[in-house]
């Protein structure tokens, strides 16, 4: 089992944050979240000539009697939003145990704000090439929390299909926020499932987590390597040298450099955690520093 984060002083510390989430979109009416539409909240914005098919329940009449013309009330639209969370639950998700943790808790970490923030959330878990739903819609802290608790008994197998990610027809136009936590070493096509949700007008949080051996490994000499994720547990025998090492970092930071480039190309946002980084740190900082949370 991944050791996590999940216990009331984790998740005392974040009560006082929020997510943000963009003024464009739509969301549904009920949350906190103000968008670029007027509606029907209780804090006044603005005031606006009537035009013809305009709501009369909207006229100010104090003003009429002033000036003789109509003229509508405004007030700040607010939203529930969806927050819907794609977990990476694959076998090299586990290879580290504090990897598949620390994806956990950032899962648990985000989803907890979103209850904060009277939103919907929802846990995909995707292994074995399918997508998981555990849970449903959670609504409220007391069913999170109730959640949450199985969440980190999840067990991490086989292989993401990030592909899945557009089958889910649960995907509303511009209703929320999607986030896909992943270390995305997999020959799966994850970009299709960035796209799909960018096409699909979602905000899109793309995640990344490492090991320190994934990010700077220092291992050498004769190994046996293991794709834990290919039906036939496909192995390669070599010997490490400090040259395939410097390689390996070259690589690394391309790969890393890819992901950035690419989600920076569809409007999304990109952030890749270090287990070794205490979680707070990458919530209160790496989140701070990309807007997404305040």
Not at 9 to 25: P, V
Not at 176 to 183: E, N, R, T
Not at 250 to 260: A, M, P, Y
Not at 283 to 288: A, E, P, S
Request: net charge negative.
């Amino acid at each position: 089992m991944a050791s996590t984060y999940f216990d009331d002083k984790f998740f005392g510390r974040l009560e006082n944050l929020s997510l943000y989430l963009q003024s464009t979109l739509s969301g549904y009416y009920g949350g906190k979240h103000l968008i670029k539409k007027y509606g029907q909240a209780m804090d006044f914005a603005d005031f606006r000539r009537y035009e013809l098919g305009d709501d009369i329940r909207s006229i100010d009449w104090n003003l009429f009697a002033r000036f003789d013309k109509y003229f509508l009330k405004l007030f700040n639209d607010e939203r529930q939003m969806h927050i819907r969370i794609f977990i990476d639950c694959s076998a090299s998700m586990d290879v580290y145990p504090q990897k598949a943790g620390y994806a956990l808790s950032l899962a648990a970490a985000l989803g907890f704000l979103a209850v904060c923030g009277n939103d919907k959330v929802s846990f995909h878990l995707l292994k074995n090439g399918e997508i998981y739903d555990p849970f449903g819609l959670i609504v409220g802290k007391n069913t999170f929390l109730r959640a949450v608790r199985d969440l980190g008994k999840v067990a991490f197998d086989g292989e993401a299909d990030f592909a899945a990610i557009s089958h889910i027809e649960s995907v509303s136009s511009g209703d929320g926020l999607s986030i896909i936590i992943s270390d995305f070493m997999t020959e799966n096509d994850w970009h299709k499932a960035v796209d799909y949700l960018v096409w699909k007008k979602q905000q899109v949080l793309v995640m990344q987590v490492l090991a320190a051996e994934e990010i700077e490994p220092t291992f050498g000499g004769r190994f046996d390597l293991v794709d834990v994720e290919a039906a036939d547990k496909r192995n390669l025998r070599l010997k490490i040298v400090r040259s395939m090492l410097d390689d390996y970092d070259d690589v690394f930071r391309e790969w890393l450099d890819e992901i950035s480039k690419f989600c920076l190309s569809r409007g999304a946002t990109f952030v890749s955690a270090d287990t070794r980084t205490p979680l707070e740190i990458t919530v209160f900082r790496d989140l701070f520093s990309c807007d997404i949370i305040r």
